[in-house]
């Protein structure tokens, strides 16, 4: 479907996801996503990090794609002189029912039109087209992409939200566009150098890679070529924008672009958990849940054995009854067998009676868990932000964290001086923290669920909009 004759107004493009969701001309999502700011404009997702739908209140990629698409697409709709053009990969949809969705999922609705063109290469930055070289692949693939995007709207100014870094010289010395980025997740990262250098195993890099000195060292010289070039086209950014301090650092380390590097924290809809009420439940017992899509980097694992190291403690003795809640999403068959394993680790542990499995709950039925827990557990290492530990502090939860990324540097951090949460690393350390909090009286688990409550006001789509505006004008001047 090729788009219409250009006229002569700035033309902004947007690209919509699946069925929902955005995607900026570049950018092709599975659900609403996408933050490209335009006189035309273009927006692309997340190399290595692109997920299916997720449930409302599942976290980074619905609120990735409802809040940083539909809000920074009705920011940008306050230029009355631009044209707004939406690029897609859903063929398979019209424009109207793009847009009625994403109203019906995330309440968004956008004031002024904008038009739609279609894209049929969005197969080329499926992960599942390279099993081997993944990186590259869809870092070229993204190329094409974003030619074929180019090729139907040149954009007066381009901005990549999904992480397809190498569409950015593509758009600024052949498109003549200004280019920005909204980085939410490096496509590479030192950390990903730090774990082929040391031949760690972990979900990017395979056992029988860490076991062989010759493959780890082959890896890790087309990891540090890549990061390389990755830094060249980033550089090419006039402006770029980050989700938080931990994605700041990193791409200050590859880009190199200081003068010009600015952090929005993502719109978070804490109001929503806002209307929860702070109080303890007079039932006995404890339950302590966790939010996220059943993918391998969230390391359910680590919650399983440290919930059962817990209850092997005397302290937990001494305690009512206790109950691990994981709610999350499941995408595909590997969702489902990673779900079955982790049963079979319950019931290999000897927890299984006090470990719950919630798929695809619908968004009240999450809220009602929050509002009855105590406790909010993540495990994911080095996460970029922390959208899911945003909503549990908002809910009123005791959020138990990952000691490393978004939520140690940017999220759980103190409020005016007073503790907001806990952080942790180890099983062991998990175990104690947990021990700890549920020993605590009900008067100073009230104390660090206010605080938690009134810290997360930063991360606002209030807030969102004063950031981004302010962070993008430079590109309409």
């Not at 391998?296 to 054995?305: C, D, G, R, S």
């Not at 909010?376 to 138990?400: D, K, P, R, S, Y």
């Not at 180890?426 to 009900?442: D, K, R, W």
């Not at 104390?447 to 409550?453: S, W």
């Amino acid at each position: 479907m090729g788009a219409e004759p250009v006229k002569p107004r700035r033309k902004l493009a947007h690209s919509l996801g699946d069925s929902i969701g955005w995607k900026a001309v570049g950018s092709y999502y599975q659900q609403p996503v996408g933050t490209h700011t335009w006189h035309r404009m273009l927006s692309q997702e997340p190399i290595e990090e692109r997920k299916s739908e997720a449930l409302p209140g599942f976290g980074g990629r619905r609120k990735m794609a409802a809040a940083e698409g539909g809000w920074c697409l009705c920011e940008l709709l306050r230029y009355p002189e631009a044209i707004y053009v939406v690029y897609t990969g859903d063929i398979n949809v019209n424009g109207q029912q793009i847009l009625d969705g994403a109203f019906r999922r995330f309440n968004i609705r956008l004031m002024r039109p904008v038009k739609f063109v279609f894209l049929r290469k969005r197969y080329l930055v499926e992960d599942s087209l390279y099993p081997h070289f993944t990186l590259l692949g869809q870092s070229l693939g993204s190329v094409l992409l974003g030619w074929e995007a180019l090729t139907q709207c040149v954009p007066d100014v381009y901005i990549d939200s999904m992480g397809y870094a190498f569409t950015l010289p593509l758009f600024k010395y052949l498109g003549g566009c200004r280019v920005g980025s909204y980085v939410h997740y490096p496509t590479i990262s030192t950390d990903m150098l730090s774990v082929v250098k040391n031949q760690n195993t972990g979900f990017n890099n395979a056992a029988f890679i860490t076991r062989n000195r010759f493959l780890s060292k082959v890896k890790l010289i087309y990891y540090y070529l890549f990061a390389f070039v990755y830094g060249l086209v980033g550089s090419c950014s006039d402006v770029v924008m980050v989700n938080s301090s931990w994605t700041l650092n990193h791409i200050l380390s590859l880009w190199k672009v200081g003068n010009c590097t600015h952090i929005v924290y993502p719109p978070c809809d804490v109001q929503t958990f806002l209307d929860i009420p702070l109080h303890e439940k007079k039932t006995p017992g404890h339950l302590l849940v966790s939010i996220g899509q059943f993918r391998p980097e969230k390391n359910h694992p680590l919650q399983i054995t440290a919930f059962a190291k817990l209850l092997s403690k005397k302290e937990a003795e001494l305690l009512p009854s206790l109950k691990l809640v994981l709610i999350g999403g499941c995408r595909n068959q590997d969702d489902e067998l990673r779900v079955d394993q982790l049963r079979r680790l319950s019931e290999d542990l000897g927890v299984q009676e006090n470990v719950e499995f919630k798929i695809n709950i619908p968004f009240d039925e999450l809220k009602n868990y929050l509002s009855e827990a105590t406790i909010g557990l993540h495990t994911m290492w080095n996460e970029h932000f922390g959208i899911g530990v945003v909503e549990c502090m908002a809910a009123g939860t005791i959020i138990l964290a990952h000691n490393s990324g978004g939520p140690k540097l940017d999220i759980v951090i103190p409020h005016e001086g007073e503790r907001t949460g806990f952080l942790a690393e180890s099983e062991e350390g998990y175990a104690e923290t947990m021990a700890h909090i549920l020993s605590m009286s009900v008067e100073k688990r009230l104390q660090i669920r206010n605080n938690a409550r009134a810290s997360v006001s930063r991360f606002s789509d209030q807030e969102f909009e004063v950031t981004f505006l302010s962070s993008v004008e430079k590109l309409f001047k």
